[in-house]
């Protein structure tokens, strides 16, 4: 195997581990009285924005004379109401065109951009001190992690795939992007050597182009960490594999990269310096290819020491298919609960359990029982009971105040007395195959809007996520019954362009290969109706009968509207 090992890793690792160690103790410390710890953080954010625009109309300054942690968090909730992104909008909206103090002092140091409910993104606030302290701090935590698992996680070359630093500026000028990506530009020097590919990698916009050059870099070395945090991207690069592997090859013995790939020249200059001839490894890969047929990474990794990505919740379809692509020795780490939004917490142990950052955000829950109650009670982080199920919000040091999270969590146990938590899905209508967060108000707009493109009228419309298929299935019926197959994936498509529109994360996993072409089925005239006649059947009640136009496949609904498609 080409290139063993890099030199200076065990620098890496105890430069790593002894931040490592300090984040560790801190956390440690919050978990021994988890109601104090978040006290101490609730105060600690309300201090922060005290003097804001927000702050002041909240009663932050009287929030704060509580003298006991209940009475505090009573007070937060007295004063202060449950907010989603469309409720800051407006404020965030006054940060980005230049304004000051008015969700947290001064102004942010990006904006993370992120899909929203309606057909605008969200543009996720990102303040210094948040960047700091938790991808920042605590981001080295997580590296610390890894080498706990296989001290030889940093001897070779580290694979990450991660978002683009910058998309995009704000009005005022603040970068607008991923957060992945800009820290993975502002990662420490003695990490980033270890990188197989630089930072320019992720502004290659074709994914096709983009995944080559990644696995080009990634496949040359004896990469020993491989980190993404959907395994449905690791299904994608080991596509590419199959499809490019000689490609690889060629170059990797002359030292070049692919001509016709859709690559900025400016990002080809940047590599240039990268790529050397190395006709010893192109030996070894031709040679694998020659043995196996198929060459899976636990051949062209055989060192792989860790693979860290999300194995819960709708990605197990994606983990299931990869787990076995890797050595036996590899260990499998959990990426852990992680939205745009924020950083919640880190997985500490080798399961799937996400301890939470009690010492860094402010947590309150609602029970999965509570999802439709108008006045659900309010838990806290010291309140919660194992093997239940919550809805989750935050508030954080980026001016997210009591913010719902819309997603379902349960508590599978507890670090200390930190509770532990797995992620099970999105909530309230939103769906989501590998992070695209697909709303149902979306898909109901993209309907109605390719109905007056198409000239093609609707009496009724469903659609299911299916994560075996890694895609959407769409159910229509359509006033005009004879609506032909055709015709029907004619109007698929347009719905399938104006969602790209719609949200700027399901463009990104369709352009990425990551979710396929939605499929398309006739409905039956009086397909709802008959549905709903079933089910009225089966002991549902006629004057509530609510039906959520956006599911997934293995919802007890999916069958029934599969029985009423047209057979013709």
């Known amino acids: 195997m080409q290139g063993k090992w890099i030199s200076g890793w065990r620098k890496i690792n105890f430069a790593i581990g002894i931040v490592g160690f300090i984040e560790r103790r801190k956390l440690r410390k919050a978990a021994r009285n988890v109601e104090v710890a978040q006290a101490e953080t609730l105060r600690g954010i309300l201090d922060f924005a005290k003097d804001t625009e927000y702050g002041k109309a909240h009663n932050f300054a009287q929030i704060l004379q509580e003298k006991t942690p209940r009475a505090l968090f009573d007070a937060y909730k007295k004063n202060v109401k449950v907010n989603d992104y469309e409720d800051l909008r407006a404020l965030i909206d006054r940060h980005m065109h230049g304004e000051e103090n008015i969700l947290f002092p001064g102004k942010p140091k990006m904006y993370a951009t992120t899909s929203g409910t309606t057909n605008l ?46 998309e995009g500026y704000a009005p005022d000028g603040t970068i607008m992007g991923s957060v992945s990506g800009v820290s993975f530009t502002n990662c420490p020097d003695f990490v980033k050597v270890a ?19 990644i696995m080009r870099f990634g496949i ?30 060629t170059d990797i013995e002359n030292g070049t990269l692919k001509a016709d790939l859709d690559i ?31 060459v899976l990474p636990k051949h062209y990794w055989p060192d792989m020491a860790v693979v860290n990505t999300w194995h819960c919740g709708n990605t197990k379809i994606y983990y299931d298919k990869i787990k076995d692509y890797f050595p036996s020795t590899t260990k499998q780490i959990e990426f852990g609960y992680f939205a745009s939004e924020c950083r919640p917490g880190l997985v500490m142990n080798e399961k799937e359990d996400t301890t939470l950052f009690a010492h860094k955000h402010f947590f309150e829950f609602t029970r999965e029982e509570d999802l439709d109650n108008p006045n659900p009670e309010f838990l806290t982080l010291d309140q919660l009971e194992q093997g239940k199920r919550y809805c989750m919000y935050v508030t954080t040091w980026s ?28 909530v309230n209508g939103i769906i989501t195959l590998t992070g695209e967060k697909l709303h149902e108000r979306q898909y109901i707009m993209a309907v109605h809007q390719a109905e007056e493109q198409m000239n093609m009228k609707t009496n009724f419309f469903i659609g299911f996520a299916d994560p075996e298929y890694s895609g959407y299935r769409f159910f229509y019926e359509f006033a005009d019954q004879s609506v032909s197959q055709e015709q029907a994936e004619s109007f698929t498509r347009q719905v399938d362009e104006n ?55 293995d919802s007890k609904r999916f069958p029934k509207f599969e029985n009423l498609v047209k057979k013709d």
């Open 220 to 249: 040359e070395y004896n990469s020993t960490v491989l980190i993404t945090a959907n395994p449905s991207t690791i299904v994608e690069m080991q596509k590419n594999v199959n499809e490019f592997y000689d490609d690889y090859v």
């Open 195 to 213: 990188y197989s590919s630089p930072a320019e990698v992720f502004e290659i916009k074709d994914y096709r182009a983009r995944y080559y050059t």
């Open 399 to 426: 001016g997210l105040y009591r913010y719902n999270m819309n997603d379902l969590v349960m508590v599978s146990g507890f670090d200390g007395k930190i509770p532990t938590i797995q992620f099970i899905q999105k």
């Open 264 to 294: 900025p020249a400016n990002v080809r200059e940047a590599l240039r310096s990268r790529m050397k001839p190395n006709p010893e490894r192109a030996k070894e890969l031709r040679d694998l290819k020659a043995k196996y047929g198929e």
């Open 499 to 553: 969602l790209k529109k719609i949200n700027i994360e399901y463009d990104a996993k369709r352009a990425s290969f990551r979710v396929k072409d939605p499929q398309t089925h006739r409905l039956v005239d009086n397909a709802f109706e008959k549905f709903k006649t079933e089910c009225i059947k089966e002991g549902a009640r006629d004057g509530q009968f609510k039906l959520m136009l956006l599911q997934y496949k």
């Open 121 to 166: 993104p969200k543009n996720i606030p990102i303040t210094y001190k948040y960047f700091e302290d938790v991808y920042g701090k605590m981001n080295k935590l997580w590296l610390s992690t890894l080498i706990s698992a296989n001290k030889h996680s940093f001897a070779g070359g580290v694979v990450s795939i991660v978002g683009k630093a910058i």
